[in-house]
């Protein structure tokens, strides 16, 4: 079965990094947009950074935009989010997706809503 696999969270002070991975297995990788999600308590899910696989297009939230950075390594089936000057406002659960010949701005700007298989996610804390 198609699978994702988060991990890479951790606690950081703020202003510090963290590096969070996507592991896919199950399904051709290249043919996906991959979503980086997150939800943070009392928050609804948002879309955070989406890559193509196929093209390498990307995209991202204004909120993270110029800190963070996602890549992709198809030669290992993952996706990578590098998270640099981190606020207390990132502190969430991080979550991946996988969207099928997907675009990534529409895929991170639809929040995850049509995607139905989430994982355990890696979970980020920055405290101040």
């Known amino acids: 079965e198609a699978r994702l696999v988060e991990s890479g969270g951790g606690l950081v002070q703020d202003g510090g990094s963290l590096r969070l991975s996507c592991a896919a297995s199950g399904f051709t990788f290249d043919d996906y947009a991959i979503g980086w999600f997150r939800q943070a308590p009392g928050k609804e899910r948002e879309g955070v950074s989406c890559i193509s696989s196929r093209d390498g297009s990307t995209y991202y939230a204004d909120s993270v935009k110029g800190r963070f950075t996602i890549s992709s390594d198809n030669a290992k089936n993952t996706v990578y989010l590098q998270m640099n000057s981190l606020k207390p406002e990132d502190t969430a659960v991080y979550y991946c997706?996988?969207?099928?010949?997907?675009?990534?701005?529409?895929?991170?700007?639809?929040?995850?809503?049509?995607?139905?298989?989430w994982g355990q996610g890696s979970r980020v804390s920055v405290i101040s």
């Open positions: 997706a996988a969207d099928l010949l997907g675009m990534p701005r529409l895929f991170c700007r639809s929040n995850g809503d049509k995607f139905g298989s």
